[in-house]
């Protein structure tokens, strides 16, 4: 699995998974178990304690870092479908708010619609300054549709070393499911075709 990206100094890689079988209040599935995974990647910020107007040196080398996001997500979703996605970013206090989104535009995703097989709706996104240890909800969607009620979800993520000041988290999550149990109308996954993402 490829380690390093170019124009990118790279502390560290993380992915997490979880399976869940039955809801809050143990009832149990409604069909296959939910499963959410992430992957992230923690980086050093070459923006931190200045301001600059051209962010190119994050935003320039983040179509092959979204390359890399897609192939782990796909190790990282243990064989399970991937039919929710969001990202996020953590800052760290350096940084600013922007250096983050830096990384996360649509040269990034991409790739990762790639990876996963397609994804005709924008990618929800949350973002953060932090330290080490500060959690994110990371929010989840419908990879093909937006308004597929039952796949609003979310995963939260923390790291207990990162972000340090100069650093920022570009985080990617996925899941294989809408939530366990949902029965709160509106349209179903069922109903996605076509190139709009509707019936």
């Given amino acids: 699995m490829k380690t390093g990206v170019s124009g990118y100094k790279i502390r560290k890689w993380f ?15 409604d069909g296959a178990p939910l499963a959410k995974f ?3 990647v923690v980086i050093k910020n070459p923006y931190a304690n200045k301001f600059s107007e051209d962010l190119s040196l994050l935003t320039n080398p983040s179509n092959e870092l ?3 996001f897609g192939a782990r997500l796909v190790r990282a979703s243990n064989g399970y ?9 953590i800052i760290g206090v350096s940084g600013e708010y922007e250096h983050g989104n830096a990384c996360l535009t649509t040269a990034f995703a991409d790739p990762v619609r790639k990876a996963i097989g ?7 996104s949350t973002g953060k300054l932090g330290g080490p240890g500060v959690n994110i909800d ?22 207990n070393d990162a972000p340090r000041p100069d ?18 109308g509106g349209l179903k996954e069922t109903d996605v075709v076509g190139e709009d993402g509707l019936r």
């Fill in 167 to 184: 650093e920022i988290c570009v985080i990617f999550a996925g899941a294989s499911r809408g939530r366990l149990n949902a029965r709160l």
């Fill in 81 to 89: 479908p991937i039919t929710s996605y969001g990202k996020s970013c």
């Fill in 118 to 124: 397609g994804g005709k709706a924008w990618i929800p």
């Fill in 66 to 68: 979204g390359e890399a």
């Fill in 15 to 29: 992915e997490f998974f979880e399976e869940t079988v039955t809801n809050e209040i143990g009832e149990i599935t």
């Fill in 138 to 159: 990371v929010p989840l969607a419908n990879k093909d549709a937006l308004y597929v009620r039952s796949h609003y979800d979310t995963v939260t993520v923390s790291l």
């Fill in 38 to 40: 992430i992957v992230g």
